[in-house]
């Protein structure tokens, strides 16, 4: 889908953070973004004061490891809600989150411009067809994301069996997938 | 090595890792599993990306008085973190090492009984994770399950009935599958197992030992 005046070019404002610490680039960022993390981390059960503070470390994150943004490999939605993610899990859990180990890549392998196109293209396409789903499955997604889906929470609620939820949000990520093909 | 893989990270699982609902110990097997297998890491990926579109439609919330001012303020003091350290090629990804310590033959392992080492990684009540290191043809002690159990193999291989699992290969178990991994005659097979709930030993011997080994 063409691109929307909702929808800058993050891609463009996170080069400008990387490589001339763009400030104005960074606010531009932070005026969509902050909101909405701080939204998600109060869905994900976060009080008012946590979710303020939590979101204040996701965005110094984004300006800190600007360089490690890859625009060929994910949307700078996808890498802040990383970022917010693991964030949720230490502050709230007091865990750990493991992550992978880092693929080589870096200042040398510059991303290629055709791939980031192309990929910033999927990425919208998959927004879309989120958007696009009924209420019912929408719905499920975002609980799973928010962290409120612990799957037997979800069974006592609707009635239903546990294995039923399960391939239900298997179905739902199913044709999520074949939306985008 | 990643072509190898042939037993991987069902839909479940790599969904409830991306939501971030795993426990440390599963999170743990994921991440070492999709450290070593792209087409795992694909499909994470793909999943963050649902993730992602999820943050992004997220109805913004009200932020605190001067909160850009604040995050402004903040940007200078932050110095610019080093690059991650590259894949480092040893039989131990990056993320089991960091909680291991070292790698393999620095590790204080724990003898187990005849053929098999172990090291406790996470001990916690949602599930543990340890690292086995198996004598070729040792098994490892019969036992059943009260969650779903990981068991990634990192050297080595066991076989488990007719599959065979080598290096990257997860098996998943759960409380109806009484199973024995044999470790493949030749060299030790080393391996991390996770687990919901403690594993539960069956057998007289092995279940007198359980309070004793801790496992
Ligand atoms: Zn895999
Ligand atoms: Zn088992």
């Known amino acids: 889908p063409p691109r929307s005046p909702e929808d800058p070019d993050w891609t463009a404002a996170m080069e400008r953070i990387r490589t001339a610490r763009d400030r104005a680039a960074f606010a531009r960022v932070f005026r969509h973004f902050a909101p909405r993390v701080k ?8 009080s008012e004061a946590q979710a303020e503070d939590c979101m204040q470390e996701v965005m110094a994150t984004l300006w800190q490891k600007a360089h ?10 996808t890498w802040i809600f990383t970022i917010a993610r693991n964030r949720r899990i230490d502050a ?30 999927e990425a919208r396409g998959l927004a879309a067809a989120i958007a696009a ?17 612990s799957h037997s929470q979800i069974a006592v609620e609707t009635g239903l069996p546990l294995g039923t939820i399960k391939s239900r949000i298997r179905l739902a990520l199913d044709r999520l997938r074949h939306a985008m093909t | 090595m990643t072509d190898t893989i042939t ?14 609902e795993l426990s440390e110990g599963f999170s743990l097997a994921v991440a070492t599993h999709l450290s070593l297998c792209d087409a795992c890491r694909a499909r994470a990926e793909a999943l963050d990306a649902v993730g992602g579109a999820v943050l992004d439609a997220t109805p913004p919330a009200p932020l605190a008085r001067g909160a850009l001012d604040r995050a402004l ?32 033959d620095s590790l204080r392992w724990r003898n187990m009984g005849p053929g098999v080492e172990s090291l406790l990684l996470i001990d916690a009540p949602e599930g543990s994770a340890r690292l086995f290191r198996i004598r070729g043809g040792s098994e490892l002690p019969d036992h059943g399950h009260r969650g779903t159990e990981l068991t990634l193999v990192l050297s080595g291989a066991f076989r488990d009935g007719d599959a ?27 391996c991390l197992a996770v687990t919901e709930g403690r594993l539960r030993f069956r057998g007289l011997l092995p279940r007198l030992a359980q309070p004793f080994f801790g496992v």
Do not use: N
């Open chain 1, 133 to 149: 789903l009924p209420d019912a499955q929408r719905s499920l997604i975002e609980r799973a994301y928010y962290g409120e889906l």
């Open chain 2, 73 to 104: 303020a903040g940007l200078d003091e932050r110095p610019s973190p080093a690059a991650p350290p590259p894949r480092c090629g040893g039989v131990l990804p990056a993320p089991l090492r960091d909680y291991a310590g070292g790698e393999v």
């Open chain 1, 39 to 46: 939204g998600f981390l109060i869905r994900s059960g976060a």
């Open chain 2, 7 to 20: 037993h991987h990270l069902t839909d479940d699982l790599l969904a409830r890792y991306c939501a971030g």
């Open chain 2, 164 to 190: 065979r699992f080598a290096r990257g290969d997860v098996e998943i178990a759960d409380e109806t599958m009484q199973h024995t991994p044999i470790a493949e005659p030749g060299a030790p097979c080393i």
């Open chain 1, 92 to 121: 709230l859990r007091k865990e750990r989150r493991p992550e992978p180990e880092d693929l080589a890549w870096g200042p040398e392998a510059e991303p290629d411009q055709a791939d980031v196109v192309a990929f910033q293209q």
């Open chain 1, 68 to 77: 490690l943004f890859d625009p060929a490999r994910a949307s700078l939605a």
